[in-house]
């Protein structure tokens, strides 16, 4: 009678692994959003002439987003 494989030894399988560059992605998503929301808030100051205002308003807005974006791509991080 030949042997039979013990049912609790499934297939030999790796854990999948994540990439090592999550963070520097995050990182890059948080710092291209404040730059883009922070240069869309120096044009809208250009144009009504408060630029330092709305600078640091989309500054600020931008790192709100950044985070969101994050949180949404790298839920786990």
Same mark, same amino acid.
């Given at each position: #009678?030949?042997?039979?494989? +013990?049912?609790?030894?499934? =297939? #030999?399988?790796? +854990?999948? @692994?994540? +990439?090592?560059? @999550?963070?520097?992605? =995050?990182? &890059? #998503? *948080?710092?291209?959003? &404040?730059?883009?929301?922070?240069? *869309?808030?120096?044009?809208?100051?250009?144009?009504?002439?408060?630029?330092?205002? %709305? *600078? =640091? *308003?989309?500054? %600020?807005?931008? %790192? =709100?987003?950044?985070?969101?974006?994050? @949180?949404? @791509? %790298? +839920?786990?991080?």
């Amino acid at each position: #009678m030949p042997a039979l494989a +013990p049912t609790h030894l499934a =297939a #030999m399988t790796t +854990p999948e @692994r994540k +990439p090592l560059a @999550r963070g520097a992605v =995050a990182g &890059l #998503m *948080l710092l291209s959003s &404040l730059l883009l929301c922070g240069a *869309l808030g120096a044009v809208v100051g250009a144009v009504t002439g408060a630029v330092g205002i %709305f *600078l =640091a *308003l989309g500054i %600020f807005v931008g %790192f =709100a987003v950044g985070i969101v974006a994050v @949180r949404a @791509r %790298f +839920p786990d991080l």
